[in-house]
């Protein structure tokens, strides 16, 4: 997070401070993974405090075994912790033969209890003294309300009603830090795209007609894994595929086994230190036929028509009106998207705010990067996906994408 | 879900309906998977109503291009549509020279419109329609608000009014504590991948070898086992793999060496079931402070294991692993939980806890992670952990590998 431009929006919006709460904005306020203490995605593990005021320290309160690596990330200035379920010790500055000693001298000054997972009951007065340390009463404060599960809501209002805090919600100032990224980010992104390109090469080779239609997907997970080994410098965090094959886009295939003519759509991504790629590409299983030839071609049109007219300082939905334009015209008349891509980075799902629409005035700018995509999903012929990732520089935009855009035959 | 089981915890909780708005408890309740509309993890693209009188059919509400899916999964046959962003459309049977005409066939003369994403005042329409249908516009309905955001809840509150909207959460993790023989095979044909994929990793484990080979070697396993298995939901997997002296912190070496300890807390998901179980191992002869740890955690593992039965209060599962790793030469062994529930929640651990306040009764069905681990900076990360199926006679313990401190890489 650039505490610089929070501390802009945070004076233009008339917030002294913000109080991150949802999983994948605390991770990003803090630069450290989200860690298993957020898998329930509920208020309390883990929270990050940013003053407006760039003289007060920003704040986390995590739980125990993540202090470590918040403290390495050296973003936040100060750490506060609450202990969780997972027992730990440290004796490596304890010196024995024997280590039952040894992590008796390091635990002697322990309470001898743990909270069933966290308690919020060591979270509250964490984030009480973190407010009245730094003043922070009767104003205004950001809280992003998209992530506040109902359950949790209560807890945290009777805190900012103690200390007369306004919370209004500062859900959309994150996703507006979020779209602009820094050299560090986009370089993930880059790798990102670069593995799941890989990935995709790997799953096209493994295809032949009379496999299970569904190893295509399994190829490709092992395809991300083998680039990100043959890399060797990256934190491969995760993957994410939307792969179908045959006739069918949304459901179960009628038949398990691949079938000469069948269309092979990838929509998917690796993601690397939880910055994801986002991108598709459509084979056919030996010769394609006229009619997907068809649809192709309209989509890659649409395609053609964004990467034409994306430039900094147009409008959003000057891009989704040349897309629609483009594909209607060449022969799908009722073709209807609701968006043609989004911003892409590390945010709860691979589509970031804001969305490539028809109403979206928002203007394209230096360092966004995107994913343009022009889909089609026809239950009879089979899923298409067109899908570009690019990023936006200060005259001219790059193209990240090395894979052809063809609708490519795959021997078989 | 088992729609007999709901209704039964409906009556009990005094609850007429359950709006279903968590994406891992929507696919639970319809049986068909989540979907890329659920990404943003918001109210309103998926939905399932279920009533507590079993007069009343359930009722999904989805995204167009999710119908078939949902219909096709066979639990819930009342699907409302709403439109996405996602043009799709099914053109089977549509007439037509080419792809064109049947496309503009099966568009039929209405003008066509998506929204952005969705169009939330849509799908709360739908549901004011099916509140009404099923005469609930003044019922006390369920949802679960440990899942639900705060940004959402006041949008449904507005389009019912005179509902009374309570808390479900806990109904849920009710439900879902016990399991159906379907998924307990989703889980087992988990613990076997993840089984495969620890095996693998151990095969490329000696000194000198890259630290981070192990994670790419086991996440190859798992995903060979799976394509071996012909598996059709397979997912994905999670490791939390430490090689080394310092659990929690990024390695300060590059490469494994003579003595590391290497500690797999890893599992693989398949059809949204998650396993998650464990194993330590030491790359050559463990030194003494290792064994000397190991032996005190086995000891705790095997109380926590055969106390955990049919008919036993959570709770005595816990004491008697935390008192048998204390009594073992660690008297400052503090865990919040020994293990927990393993299914298709939103996080791979799930209600109930193996802790000290935990008094629920174990019973028949239900299938537990129980876990000993120790995280000590210094010596290594330490874990031992099984999946194990409660039966009403005998438990069945899902994976099958030693539970010993094996030396690797000689």
Same mark, same amino acid.
């Given at each position: 997070m650039?505490l610089d431009?929070a501390r802009q929006l945070m004076e233009?919006?008339?917030l002294d401070g913000l109080l991150v ?8 306020a803090?630069?450290? *993974? ?13 929270l990050a405090i940013i003053p407006k005021d760039p003289t007060l320290p920003t704040a986390a ?15 936040i200035d100060e ?48 984030l009480?003294?973190t407010l009245a340390d730094r003043n922070l009463r009767?104003c205004q404060i950001g ?20 200390f007369?805090l306004?919370?209004?919600?500062c ?37 032949? +007609? ?16 083998? +680039? ?48 994801? +790629? ?43 009106? %040349? ?64 899908? #570009? ?6 005259? #001219?935009? !790059? ?8 609708? !490519?035959?795959?021997?078989? | ?141 369920? $949802?679960?608000?440990?899942?639900? *955001? ?40 988990? $613990? ?62 590059? /490469? ?47 109380? %926590? ?13 816990? /004491? ?19 293990? /927990? ?25 239900? $299938? ?33 590998? #030693? ?8």
């Amino acid at each position: 997070m650039n505490l610089d431009r929070a501390r802009q929006l945070m004076e233009e919006q008339n917030l002294d401070g913000l109080l991150v709460v949802g999983p994948e904005n605390v991770s990003y306020a803090t630069r450290t *993974p989200i860690g298993p203490v957020h898998m329930w995605r509920r208020f309390g593990p883990y929270l990050a405090i940013i003053p407006k005021d760039p003289t007060l320290p920003t704040a986390a309160i995590v739980v125990d075994t993540h202090e470590t690596a918040v403290r390495d990330a050296g973003v936040i200035d100060e750490v506060r912790t609450h202990p969780a379920w997972i027992e730990y010790a440290d004796v490596s500055g304890i010196d024995g033969d024997d280590v039952r000693e040894r992590v008796r001298s390091a635990t002697s000054h322990r309470e001898l209890f743990r909270p069933e997972r966290y308690d919020l009951g060591n979270v509250l007065p964490a984030l009480k003294e973190t407010l009245a340390d730094r003043n922070l009463r009767s104003c205004q404060i950001g809280v992003d309300l998209d992530y506040l599960p109902v359950t949790d809501q209560a807890a945290l209002f009777d805190v900012l009603r103690e200390f007369d805090l306004k919370a209004s919600d500062c859900s959309e100032l994150i996703q507006e830090l979020r779209l602009i990224k820094s050299d560090w980010e986009i370089d993930r992104l880059r790798t990102a795209l670069q593995l799941t390109e890989q990935g995709i090469r790997a799953a096209v080779n493994s295809v032949q +007609a009379g496999k299970p239609r569904s190893s295509v997907s399994l190829a490709l997970k092992r395809g991300f894994v083998d +680039a990100a080994a043959a890399h060797g410098q990256c934190n491969l965090t995760g993957t994410w595929d939307i792969t179908s094959v045959g006739p069918r886009t949304w459901s179960v295939p009628e038949s398990p086994l691949i079938e000469a003519g069948d269309l092979i759509k990838f929509d998917c991504g690796a993601i690397v230190d939880g910055y994801m +790629a986002d991108m598709g590409r459509t084979f056919v299983v030996g010769f394609a036929s006229r009619d997907q030839r068809l649809v192709h071609d309209a989509l890659r049109s649409g395609m053609h028509a964004m990467l034409e007219a994306i430039t900094p300082g147009i409008p959003f939905h000057e891009l989704f009106c %040349a897309a629609e334009r483009s594909i209607r015209a060449s022969g799908f008349e009722s073709y209807t998207r609701g968006h043609f891509g989004h911003s892409i980075g590390s945010d709860v799902g691979q589509e970031e705010w804001p969305w490539i629409s028809r109403t979206e005035s928002r203007l394209i700018e230096p360092h966004m990067v995107l994913a343009l995509e022009t889909p089609y999903y026809i239950d009879g012929v089979g899923g298409f996906m067109l899908e #570009h990732n690019v990023v936006v520089h200060d005259d #001219h935009v !790059e193209v990240l994408n090395e894979l052809s855009d063809d609708l !490519e035959e795959i021997p078989g | 879900m088992e729609f007999s089981r709901a209704r039964q915890l409906m009556r009990s909780a005094e609850i007429d309906a359950l709006l279903v708005v968590g994406p891992e408890n929507v696919s639970y309740a319809t049986g068909a998977p989540i979907g890329p509309v659920h990404m943003f993890r918001r109210f309103g693209p998926y939905l399932a109503l279920v009533p507590a009188d079993s007069n009343g059919e359930p009722v999904a509400i989805v995204a167009d291009s999710h119908e078939r899916a949902v219909l096709e999964a066979g639990r819930i046959s009342d699907v409302r549509t709403h439109p996405v962003w996602i043009e799709y459309m099914d053109i089977t049977g549509q007439p037509g020279r080419d792809v064109r005409d049947q496309v503009a066939s099966a568009a039929g003369e209405q003008p066509r419109q998506r929204p952005e994403l969705f169009d939330l005042d849509l799908v709360l329409g739908l549901l004011q329609e099916v509140i009404a249908e099923g005469g609930l516009s003044r019922a006390r309905i369920g $949802v679960e608000f440990a899942q639900l *955001p705060h940004a959402d809840y006041h949008s449904i509150r507005e389009a019912l009014p005179d509902v009374e909207i309570v808390d479900s959460s806990h109904l849920f993790r009710q439900l879902r504590a016990i399991k159906s023989a379907s998924e307990i095979e989703r889980l087992r044909e988990a $613990v076997q991948i993840t089984e495969a994929g620890i095996r693998a990793a151990v095969a490329v484990i000696r000194a000198g070898e890259a630290i981070q080979s192990v994670e790419n070697a086991y996440r190859r396993g798992v995903i060979d086992k799976a394509a071996e298995m012909k598996l059709t939901a397979f997912r994905g997997s999670w490791d939390i793999i430490s090689v080394g002296d310092r659990p929690w912190s990024t390695p300060v070496r590059e /490469h494994i060496a003579p003595g590391d300890i290497v500690k797999f807390d890893v599992g693989a998901t398949v059809g949204g079931y998650t396993s998650d179980f464990g194993r330590t191992f030491v790359v050559g002869e463990p030194s003494p402070h290792q064994q000397t740890v190991y032996d005190a955690l086995h000891a705790g593992f095997r109380a %926590a294991v055969s106390t955990l039965a049919a008919g036993v209060p959570i709770s005595d599962v816990f /004491h008697n692993a935390q008192a048998a790793v204390r009594a073992n030469g660690f008297p400052s062994y503090t865990r919040g939980h020994v293990g /927990h529930s393993i299914g298709s929640d939103v996080g791979h651990e799930e209600w109930p806890w193996l802790s000290s306040y935990e008094h629920t009764v174990i019973e028949p069905q239900m $299938v537990f992670a129980v876990e000993v681990p120790y995280y000590i900076d210094g010596v290594g990360g330490f874990m031992l952990e099984h999946n194990i199926v409660v039966g009403a006679e005998q438990n069945e313990i899902l994976d099958t590998l #030693h539970d010993t401190l094996d030396a690797i890489g000689l």
